[in-house]
């Protein structure tokens, strides 16, 4: 984009004012016809010096035309063109974000989807990027949303979803090879928001339901199976120790009933119940 004035007109209209300001001062014989002639030579020189100045900011370049011919690209600093013979456009090299907006598309397993986006690119060749197509900005725009849609047709949506970033390295490596030959190198593509259909989300959400209770019955089932094997192990301990399991009873009745008033506890020694096992050993010995 060119940000100075029409160097024609300006030039037209200091000669319009000058010739104006010479006849008034010629007529009224304030200066001769010479110095009147000279005088309007250095003005018209001045201001053909002036109007040719043009500033280009550091993140620039300027695309100078001779006569609608391209004759050389003009770095940052203060530059002159030749006034109604040249022109010059100017091209900004730095990174330019452009947002693509929402598509609609459908994956391959037909779930329709909605993908925007968002496009980082740059300005590499500024003479290429001006001279062989008509605006950069908006092909780079047009042919990444091609892109996008040709690259998230081919994938299904557990992939869309998982996938993000190598379907966005993806979309950038396509709509590189297109860009490098205007100029422009697409530094990174990426997608921003997949919007699914309400439908769509429910199910997922009971399918991420059942996988979660899938998971908490498995952990349930392991600690009980853990739980078991070290009940078996104290069981064992404990009936290997004199009284073991008669104290392990007494303290399990103690945590049953917070209330020790509404209990009634009938206690027996453990030699008792030693004895009514020997007894009864005995009594089938002597069946037999």
Do not use: C, H
């Not at 860009?179 to 593509?189: C, E, H, L, Q």
């Not at 439908?199 to 979660?212: C, H």
């Amino acid at each position: 984009m060119n940000r100075s004035s029409n160097p024609v007109s300006t030039l037209v209209s200091v000669l319009i004012y000058t010739g104006i300001l010479a006849y008034v001062l010629y007529v009224s014989g304030v200066v001769s016809g010479v110095s009147l002639v000279l005088g309007v030579i250095v003005i018209f020189a001045l201001v053909l010096l002036f109007s040719g100045l043009r500033i280009i900011d550091q993140f620039e370049k300027g695309i100078v035309l001779t006569l609608g011919k391209y004759t050389g690209t003009k770095d940052p600093g203060l530059n002159w063109i030749m006034p109604i013979v040249q022109t010059m456009q100017l091209v900004d090299m730095r990174v330019t974000t452009v947002d693509i907006p929402q598509q609609e598309v459908i994956t391959k397993d037909n779930v329709p989807v909605g993908i925007n986006a968002v496009v980082y690119f740059q300005v590499e060749q500024a003479d290429t990027a001006v001279l062989k197509i008509q605006n950069y900005s908006l092909a780079v725009s047009q042919y990444a949303q091609a892109a996008l849609r040709d690259v998230i047709g081919g994938v299904e949506l557990d992939s869309l979803l998982s996938e993000r970033d190598k379907l966005s390295k993806d979309i950038k490596d396509t709509v590189d090879l297109a860009t490098k030959a205007w100029g422009v190198d697409v530094s990174d593509i990426k997608i921003q928001d997949i919007e699914l259909p309400a439908d769509m989300k429910r199910i997922m959400a009971k399918q991420a339901e059942s996988e979660r209770e899938r998971r908490a019955t498995i952990i349930r089932s392991e600690g009980e199976f853990a739980a078991a094997d070290k009940l078996a192990q104290a069981a064992e301990r404990l009936s290997q120790v004199p009284g073991g399991l008669a104290m392990r009873t007494l303290a399990t009745i103690e945590k049953i009933n917070p209330d020790p008033s509404k209990t009634v506890i009938f206690a027996l020694p453990v030699e008792f119940m030693e004895g009514v096992k020997a007894m009864g050993d005995y009594m089938k010995d002597k069946v037999k």
